[in-house]
């Protein structure tokens, strides 16, 4: 019973470096998506699914990329890292349009 | 009138206290208001939520209490324990607006001294 699984856990990148970072559920969720959270500024929601092939922005969608090929797996890419992308980013799943995510336990990222 | 206003931003209480943990929203289309828990090096996690048509709801020793005209809800936490210490977030949605993606509020960190 994993829920949702975040890879990595820490990544240090250079700035102009690009990378994925991985999310997957088991609980067959429909909605997933990526959040960012910066100290003191809450969640902001970067882009979100409502199922496989179907993926739309969020608040903060600049320089980053989705794809959901499948149900299970919701990656997110990061072309050209910059310093303003330094963030704790989650992924979070939902069985229903609004409410009850299920939230990773994050990937701490550090672009210098 | 996407935004979620929370307060205060940190919060110290005794062992034993209520602390209470305020949001505001200006969205009368709102139609759910989450709590979400998390604690250091986690991803947050679902506490108690609220919908509108009721004015307050119980689980354990949270309580929400939402006032639909001032549009308000709060967070009580009776007899607050150490293990409390984590940072809440109140969150709010609405059907039918970018598939009713949850707003999240900018967080209240909460110490409870033993």
């Known amino acids: 019973n994993a829920g949702v699984t975040q890879t990595p856990k820490f990544r240090i990148l250079k700035i102009g470096q690009s990378m994925t970072l991985q999310c997957t559920q088991d609980?067959?969720?429909?909605?997933m998506y990526w959040y960012r959270q910066d100290p003191g500024m809450g969640l902001k929601l970067i882009y979100y699914s409502v199922g496989a092939g179907i993926t739309d922005k969020g608040e903060v969608p600049n320089g980053y990329n989705v794809s959901r090929s499948t149900t299970e797996d919701f990656p997110l890419r990061l072309e050209l890292a910059a310093p303003s992308q330094t963030s704790v980013y989650f992924c979070a799943s939902s069985d229903r349009e609004y409410g009850g995510y299920t939230f990773g336990s994050g990937t701490r990222l550090t672009v210098v | 009138q996407q935004q979620v206003k929370q307060s205060p931003q940190s919060l110290i209480v005794q062992k034993g206290g209520i602390p209470i943990i305020n949001c505001a929203y200006e969205?009368?289309?709102?139609?759910?208001f989450p709590w979400y828990q998390q604690f250091p090096g986690k991803g947050p996690a679902l506490l108690i939520a609220i919908r509108p048509d009721v004015s307050e709801k119980k689980e354990g020793r949270f309580t929400i209490s939402f006032n639909k005209s001032a549009k308000q809800f709060s967070l009580h936490i009776m007899d607050s324990q150490p293990g409390d210490s984590a940072t809440y977030f109140c969150?709010?949605?609405?059907?039918?607006?970018?598939?009713?993606?949850?707003?999240f509020g900018k967080g209240t960190k909460l110490s409870v001294k033993p």
């Open positions: 609980m067959n969720h429909n909605y």
């Open positions: 969150a709010a949605s609405y059907y039918g607006g970018s598939q009713g993606n949850l707003i």
């Open positions: 969205n009368t289309a709102f139609d759910y």
